[in-house]
């Protein structure tokens, strides 16, 4: 038996092992694409059924306490635009600020140091001293600022997993609770936060070269989770206040 039958064959296994493995994975696709089929469909099965059974111990009018829905209190509704103006002045003022100086910063060193030097003069460091940890502290401040400007306007990733599974009559109630849901999830986010800036400020941890401590900057991150939450419990509250999903907005 020479190489050249040995390789062939070894070939024709792999091609006839490679096509059996194709036939196992698409058997296997499909039947999973059936299971969530099936897994949907009863999934609604159940809720309609326990809907139905709900429904008469469910009081026709909510009570006297729960907010209206429809029409949130002008006082809320103000200081949710002003809230929302001032996430967007201080998300604008940290990065308009390190655009300058990382621009300030580039141009010294690349343009006024050298053309100095040209004519004769030794100018030393024409940079901005620190202008990259500045920036990465502006950075920092800006980005977790935006993580309460995208809530108020939508603009975040919403994912469509799950959509669908419940009636369309429970839509609201289902927004509704969603919100909590997700504000209570945002709320355990920013006291991990919190416990993270208070480490920096129990071991004094201080930035490097600047030498100024760093927990005055890292508060941004706890508190844009904690305005992200306050505006979800906030739309739970009054879902007029929410802003429309992306695919409704112009």
């Given at each position: 038996?020479?190489?050249?039958?040995?390789?062939?064959?070894?070939?024709?296994?792999?091609?006839?092992?490679?096509?059996?493995?194709?036939?196992?994975?698409?058997?296997?696709?499909?039947?999973?694409?059936?299971?969530?089929?099936?897994?949907?469909?009863?999934?609604?099965?159940?809720?309609?059924?326990?809907?139905?059974?709900?429904?008469?111990?469910?009081?026709?009018?909510?009570?006297?306490?729960?907010?209206?829905?429809?029409?949130?209190?002008?006082?809320?509704?103000?200081?949710?635009?002003?809230?929302?103006?001032?996430?967007?002045?201080?998300?604008?003022?940290?990065?308009?600020?390190?655009?300058?100086?990382?621009?300030?910063?580039?141009?010294?060193?690349?343009?006024?140091?050298?053309?100095?030097?040209?004519?004769?003069?030794?100018?030393?460091?024409?940079?901005?001293?620190?202008?990259?940890?500045?920036?990465?502290?502006?950075?920092?401040?800006?980005?977790?600022?935006?993580?309460?400007?995208?809530?108020?306007?939508?603009?975040?990733?919403?994912?469509?997993?799950?959509?669908?599974?419940?009636?369309?009559?429970?839509?609201?109630?289902?927004?509704?609770?969603?919100?909590?849901?997700?504000?209570?999830?945002?709320?355990?986010?920013?006291?991990?936060?919190?416990?993270?800036?208070?480490s920096s400020l129990k071991t004094e941890l201080r930035a490097p070269v600047l030498d100024w401590p760093v927990w005055p900057v890292q508060v941004a991150i706890p508190l844009g989770?904690?305005?992200?939450?306050?505006?979800?419990?906030?739309?739970?509250?009054?879902?007029?206040?929410?802003?429309?999903?992306?695919?409704?907005?112009?």
């Amino acid at each position: 038996m020479d190489w050249k039958s040995v390789l062939e064959r070894l070939r024709q296994g792999a091609k006839r092992l490679r096509q059996r493995l194709e036939q196992i994975a698409r058997a296997v696709w499909g039947a999973l694409r059936q299971a969530r089929g099936a897994l949907r469909a009863r999934l609604r099965q159940a809720l309609d059924i326990l809907h139905a059974r709900l429904q008469p111990w469910l009081p026709e009018r909510m009570p006297a306490w729960w907010p209206d829905p429809g029409r949130p209190p002008p006082a809320v509704r103000q200081a949710a635009e002003v809230w929302h103006q001032g996430e967007c002045w201080l998300a604008v003022a940290a990065f308009g600020f390190m655009t300058a100086i990382l621009l300030l910063d580039v141009f010294g060193r690349e343009f006024v140091g050298p053309f100095l030097r040209l004519i004769g003069i030794e100018p030393g460091a024409t940079g901005i001293f620190a202008a990259q940890k500045l920036s990465v502290f502006a950075l920092v401040i800006g980005s977790f600022a935006g993580i309460g400007i995208a809530t108020a306007t939508g603009s975040h990733l919403v994912p469509r997993f799950a959509f669908g599974w419940v009636p369309a009559s429970w839509g609201p109630a289902m927004d509704r609770i969603a919100d909590v849901l997700t504000g209570l999830f945002l709320i355990a986010v920013t006291w991990y936060g919190f416990k993270f800036v208070g480490s920096s400020l129990k071991t004094e941890l201080r930035a490097p070269v600047l030498d100024w401590p760093v927990w005055p900057v890292q508060v941004a991150i706890p508190l844009g989770f904690l305005s992200a939450a306050g505006r979800y419990f906030l739309y739970a509250l009054w879902p007029a206040l929410k802003p429309l999903p992306p695919e409704f907005q112009e």
